[in-house]
Every structure is written in C-alpha cells, then in structure tokens.
C-alpha cells in the first residue's frame, strides 16, 4: 500500500466536499437498502461526520498509534448503530465505487488495490474491536428515566436507571437517544459519580431549534425509556496530582465537573476544590442549591456563582473566566473547564495568560464521537 | 456579414465578424446584419451546451463500464446504476433541506420566545418598583391628611392608628388596581402573541398543503363525474 498515493487520491476526492458522502450514502442505500432505517431522516449531519472520520483516517494513516485506537473506538461505537460484520463489506464496495466516481480518469489498478487493502485492515481493526466488546458490554444500554425535574425555561435534570450496570468514570459521557427522535444520538455528560443503586444523572439544555435536546427536555417523562452508548470521554480528574483543583463550569457544562466532585468526595485525602459555576442570569443557575448543600457538608469545596449579563445581580458578576481570574489564585492548581466552545476557549486562553501552563487545563473533549 | 449556415461558428468567425455601415441617415452597423449574427452566435452555443452535458453523461456512462470491467482488485464496486445514485442523491438533500427549514423556524420561534420572556420580566420588575413607589407616596398622603382631633393623649394614639389605617389601605388600593391593570394588559398581550404565532403556522401550513389539496380534489371530481356518466 502506498500511503502517499492514497493521501493524494484522497485529496482529489475530497475537493468534491458533501457530494462524495452524499453520493456514497446513496450508494449504499441502493445496494443495501435495509441499512437505510440505522440512519436518521436528515443526513447532512451525518455526511459531515463520514468525511471527518475518512479525513481523520487518510491522514493518521502512517501513524498507527494514533489510528489503531481511534479505529478501535469507532467500532466499538457502532455497535450501537446496529452494525454487524456483514455490513462492512457494503460499505468497503460503496466507499470504492464512490472513491472512483469521483478519481474519474485517474482512478487506478494500483490506486483500487491501495484502498482495497487500507479499507480491509480498517474494517478488520473495527470488527475486531466491536467482537472484543461484545464479551463484556451490550451495543448499547436501555434505560428508564425515573426522575425528572424542569430547573429552569431551558435546562432539566433527568434521572435515568439503566436496565443493566454501566460502568463508567467520572467525567465522561455517553450517547443518549430518546424514542421521539430515533436514530439520532447526543452526547450527555454523567452528573453524579457512580451510585450503588446505579441510577444518572442528566443535565439537559434545551438549545434553541435543536433536533434532540427539546424532546430530550420537554417530550420526555417518568417513565420513558432512552438508549444510552458506551461511555466516552477524556476528562477525568487526575486523583494521583499533588494540586489542587479549580473547576469552571458554563451552564450544563456543570455536568461532568459535579460527578468529578462527588468522585473527589470518595477520596481519602479530597484535594481543596473551588467550583465557579458560570451562568447568564442567576435564575439560569440551574443547580446552586444542590451545589450549597455540597459546599456546606465538605470544608475542603468553595462554590462560587458567575453571572455575566445580569446587572442587578449581587453576587461575582462576569464570565467565568473573569471570575477565576479575579477570585482565584492560580499557583499548584489543576483547572477542568467544561461549558460551550466559546466559553472553554475563553477561560483557557485567560488561564494560559495568567501563566498557568498548559498541561495543567483539562477541557472537556469529546474526541472521536464530536457531534 | 450574412449567416452561413453551412459554416461552423469558430471563435475565429466571431473576432473577425464584420458587418456594413448601416443604411445612409442612419449611425451605426447595419441592425438587421447584426441582430442575425447574434441569433447565429446564440443557436451555436446552445447546441454546444447540450451537446456537452450528452459528452459528461457519456463518459460517466464508460466510466462505469470501465470499473465493471476492471473487477479483479477484491472489493468489488457493485455499482448501483449512477443516475439512481444522483436521483437518490436529489431527494435526501432535498429531505435534509426540509428537516433544516423546520428546524430553522423552530429556532426562530423559540428564540422570539426567549426573548419576549426576558422583555416581559424587565417590564414586571420595573412596574412593580413603579408601583410600590406610587402606592406609598399616596399612602404617605393619606396618612398625612386624617383630620387632628382636639382630644388628648388616647385620642393621638387612635389618631396615630387611623392615620396608619389610612396609610394602608390606600396602599393595598393603590396595589391593587396597578397590578390589575397590569395583569391585564400582560395577558392581552399574551394573547396577541398567541393569534400572531397561531396566525403565522396556520398560514406556512396553508401554503405548503394548498397545491397538492388542489391537485387532490381535481381528481377527486374526475372520478364523481365519470361514475355520474355511467
């Protein structure tokens, strides 16, 4: 196989943009038309994850160490999508029929054996993967929600219980599909550390013409059930780090930091913990009672409320870049961020600025399975 | 310049085109000579055109033939013929522009909503200060105006508790009718909002149902008015 022919078909191929998917998938679902029902209605999503992935794959194609895992975590994955092994060889087929389509005349012998073999040790790898999982985890979770409390016009809690135990570390989160939007799956982070009666927590924002999260928060109740996927994520807390630890929170991005609290809780010697917890207006504070309650009972964590667009508010106003930035010092300090792009984005540069280095910032990231 | 039918039009042709004076009093070329060469020039390059898109369509055709012929390299590219492929391809971008559209609107709507929340709770908290200062300023006067009696000591004190009597309850009148006043003119305003959206839905559902409603019960008559015939 020579990699730098396949990275420059590649390159050709990938100047056509969203028609290679688009051509792919219709591909595929003329030749295998029962696969068509694992996808949702609306693919354009979809087509941009698929060229993501191949560009991903082309370019790591020479680093195996980086590729081998990032391919094991992808096969895992589609488990549950509901893919089997007898569905790679549709895929390998329509990829290739795509791929010449869009090489035109200069689609080779050598250039359809070079994909021919790449594709095979990718589907191997995937295959592999999802085989090995199958011993130990089901493709995916069912779950009933059984608690569910609107906190604010946007954000609820959900309490799910799993129909089976779903190990998981604190910090990290799983895909999350409800049955008023089937076959499309959104990223949740865990909120609590795991429980001995393995019950979830959830916290879900509503965005503003989201596909997902509005039946996720106001279609659902007691009662309903959800699909949940293997759990994935980096963000963890560092529990062998001498440092203590500052922790900032934008909305629901509170999620994966207060399981790590809880986690942090666990721990015979907690490290000190300050929490800014970051919102719009104070009435968007969605968990500060909860988080009170925490602070109250352990001394070693301090929580602090940020609100950024709230005159009248009393309380530490501004982002919760600011807030850290004014209130807390830095010196022998791990910091997790998690909150949207632009909030994450904002509070690391602040940070780096304040001359805390790089590799003591975790940020939440959501790595292969970005959505 | 005339036409040649019998001629092909070259880019050579159209650079050295020349055409004659036109007719003595008039200034110019000559606008029949002219207006011919363009409707020359215009027929030559539709037939390129369509002449192009059979040439794309042919080679994608022998394209395929090319990679089905080819076949030994392992994975086989079964080919679902292209033109499905491209048919396929139309109707999902097409699906995929509908669940945008809804989604779009369903932002938009919610957005407006976000933001008529937040206007009506600024609104709420200034007219409820408004209020509040209104009714005691009133209140303070009414107080101020319980007439001073001639009588002494126990009668200061019941003219003290008059005069906060009077304090209240023209503070609790006052309240009251601002806040009724209020209520009305917010849930009036709700309601507007209500029949705009309502309005609004209605009216994008109209105009995406209409046409196939017609077409529906065209047909519809079609067939009463046969069975009628028989």
Known sequence: ?371 | MTRANSQQLTPERVRSAAFSPARLGRRGLDEAQVHTFCEWVSDELARTLNENTMLQEEVLRLRDRLLKGRGNSGIQPEDGHVQAVYVLSKAQQTADRYVADAQNYSREIAEDAHKRHDDILREAKVRASMILEEAHASASRAARTVPETQEPLPAAERQELEAEIAYLRTFSDVCRTHLRAYMDSLSRSIAEWERAEQDAATAARESRLQPSQQALSRRFHVVVDSGRRK
């Open chain 1, 1 to 371: 196989m020579d990699e730098r022919r396949l990275k420059e078909s590649f390159s050709r191929v990938a100047a056509y943009g969203d028609e290679v998917p688009l051509f792919f998938y219709s591909h595929l679902f003329l030749s295998h038309p029962e696969v068509r029902e694992m996808f949702p209605v609306s693919m354009a999503g979809q087509r941009d994850r698929l060229l993501n992935a191949l560009g991903r794959i082309v370019s790591d194609v020479s680093s195996h160490d980086a590729l081998v895992p990032y391919l094991k975590g992808l096969g895992r994955d589609h488990r549950k999508f509901g893919a089997m092994a007898e569905h790679y060889p549709a895929v390998g087929a329509s990829l290739l029929a795509t791929l010449a389509h869009f090489s035109g005349p200069t689609w080779t012998e050598e250039l359809a054996r070079d994909w021919t073999e790449a594709y095979t040790i990718i589907a191997q790898v995937m295959t592999e993967s999802a085989a090995a999982d199958e011993n130990t985890n089901p493709p995916w979770w069912g779950a009933t929600v059984v608690g569910l409390e609107r906190r604010t016009l946007d954000v609820t809690v959900l309490r799910v219980a799993p129909d089976m135990p779903l190990p998981y570390i604190p910090g990290q989160s799983v895909a999350v599909e409800c049955e008023a939007r089937p076959r499309v799956w959104r990223f949740y982070s865990m909120a609590n550390a795991p429980r001995a009666d393995g019950t979830i927590d959830f916290h879900v924002r509503i965005v503003d013409g989201g596909s997902v999260s509005g039946a996720m928060a106001r279609h659902i109740a007691v009662g309903s059930r959800l699909r949940l996927g293997p759990p994935v994520g980096t963000l963890r807390l560092d529990t062998a780090s001498p440092r203590d630890v500052i922790l900032g929170a934008g909305s629901t991005g509170l999620a994966p930091l207060k399981a790590m609290i809880e986690q942090a809780a666990g721990l015979p010697n907690p490290p000190r913990v300050h929490l800014v917890f970051g919102a719009r207006s104070a009435t968007e504070l969605y968990d500060l009672a909860d988080l009170e309650k925490m602070a109250t009972q352990w001394p070693w964590l301090t929580v602090t409320p940020a609100v950024s667009a709230d005159p009248e508010y009393r309380g530490e106003s501004g982002t919760v870049a600011d807030v850290i930035g004014r209130r807390v010092p830095l010196a022998g300090q791990d910091a997790y961020l998690c909150g949207s792009s632009a909030m994450v984005a904002a509070t690391m540069g602040r940070l780096q600025s304040l001359g805390m280095p790089q590799d003591h910032i975790y940020v939440e990231d959501y790595g292969w399975s970005e959505s």
